[in-house]
């Protein structure tokens, strides 16, 4: 049976989520938007609600003051670096930054998931809502998880969704094991010496070295995502020297993006790029130098609770598409999943809907009400 999500309600939550969309705040600073997010939950009836978890962070506690099992739903709060071009009313106000991944939206849905259980309180065990800054940059869940207000949390259950262009709007997207891909940054430094272009023997010029980076690690590809092994190394920066057609090139950098279905594979991976990079020193006599950034673990869904989001989406009587094999982008969600069983599922925003992080994009507010019920009844199938 489908909680009711009424016309008011429904209306309150588009204006709090255009409000949201008009005033982004980026990975880290998204001090006025977890602002307003605790300002809606006062209105709502609240166990307990912790602010400033692992930065930005907000936790909400529905309490039904009995033994039982305890979950946990999350959303995200930053937006990204990216100029908007649209022209609605609820654009971007803020030069450079917009909400393109749809976060507002992820975070309206939490708040309206508040206003129904402020009625339907659960009957036994807890419900958290979990606002979660910087996913974005891959730092908000670490932050989060290494908070010791966290920390004493520990749901049986923790469960997220992603909105998804390019499906039916309101299509539940599923998969057991790797929903998303296990991702990680590289900065790799190489550290030569400066010469006159004339005189290079004089200087050590990094550029066969990165050549030799750059070709050995793209042979540890294997870009076939229906393959249990597949591995994608992705160039995303090179730098080399300076326009000065005197100089001969002391220094270089490259940026590299990895990815793999799971963190087993990611490992592997990880030894297989950095002896490349080590073997590239070697042959060059060339010092080099990487760090990692920005790491995504993979979400590993649980058996369990991907059958719970199935028998919730058809007792609302939602289409569901199980995928075949995981998205290839990141989400810092795959932490949680790492330690607590759960899930993440996608809801489609639109086979027309521009792709995610791209500057026309925008949360589609029709998915709203299904969103919202679909995490009630999750919760009412754990909690019952």
Not at 168 to 181: M, Y
Not at 239 to 250: K, Q
């Given at each position: 049976m489908k909680p009711m999500i009424n016309i008011e309600l429904l209306k309150e939550l588009i204006t709090f989520r255009k409000m949201l969309h008009a005033n982004p705040e980026v990975s880290g600073k998204e001090y006025n938007t977890a602002k307003s997010v605790a300002e809606f939950l006062k209105t709502c009836a609240i166990t307990n609600v912790t602010e400033n978890i692992g930065g930005t962070g907000i936790v909400a506690e529905f309490d039904s003051g009995k033994p039982g099992k305890s979950v946990m739903f999350r959303a995200e709060l930053d937006a990204l670096p990216i100029q908007e071009i649209n022209t609605f009313v609820h654009k971007s106000t803020i030069d450079g930054v917009s909400h393109k991944c749809g976060h507002d939206g992820h975070a309206t849905v939490l708040l309206g998931l508040a206003r129904i259980l402020s009625d339907q309180k659960p009957k036994t065990g807890k419900i958290y809502l979990l606002f979660q800054p910087a996913e974005e940059d891959g730092e908000g869940a670490k932050a989060v998880f290494a908070d010791p207000k966290f920390e004493a949390l520990k749901p049986d259950y923790i469960f997220a969704f992603h909105n998804l262009p390019?499906?039916?709007?309101?299509?539940?997207?599923?998969?057991?094991?790797?929903?998303?891909?296990a991702v990680k940054s590289i900065i790799i430094k190489i550290n030569g010496k400066t010469a006159h272009a004339a005189e290079p023997e004089n200087g050590l010029n990094p550029a066969l070295a990165i050549a030799e980076?750059?070709?050995?690690?793209?042979?540890?590809?294997?870009?076939?995502?229906?393959?249990?092994?597949?591995?994608?190394?992705?160039?995303?920066?090179?730098?080399?020297?300076?326009?000065?057609?005197?100089?001969?090139?002391?220094?270089?950098?490259?940026?590299?993006?990895?990815?793999?279905?799971?963190?087993?594979?990611?490992?592997?991976l990880t030894a297989d790029l950095t002896n490349c990079i080590d073997k590239a020193a070697k042959n060059h006599q060339i010092p080099i130098t990487y760090s990692w950034t920005q790491e995504f673990y993979a979400n590993q869904n649980d058996d369990i609770a991907v059958s719970l989001i199935k028998e919730a989406a058809t007792n609302l009587s939602l289409d569901i598409f199980e995928r075949k094999f995981p998205f290839k982008w990141g989400e810092d969600f795959g932490l949680f999943t790492q330690h607590f069983k759960g899930a993440m599922f996608g809801i489609g925003s639109g086979e027309k809907s521009p792709s995610l992080h791209n500057p026309d994009y925008d949360f589609p507010d029709e998915i709203l009400p299904n969103a919202i019920q679909l995490f009630h009844q999750i919760s009412l199938r754990i909690l019952s």
């Open positions: 390019a499906y039916p709007l309101n299509q539940i997207v599923v998969k057991h094991k790797s929903f998303t891909a980076i750059l070709q050995e690690s793209a042979k540890l590809s294997n870009n076939d995502t229906n393959r249990n092994d597949f591995t994608l190394i992705t160039p995303i920066h090179i730098e080399m020297g300076e326009i000065a057609y005197g100089i001969s090139a002391g220094h270089g950098e490259i940026r590299l993006t990895i990815r793999t279905w799971n963190e087993e594979t990611m490992e592997k």
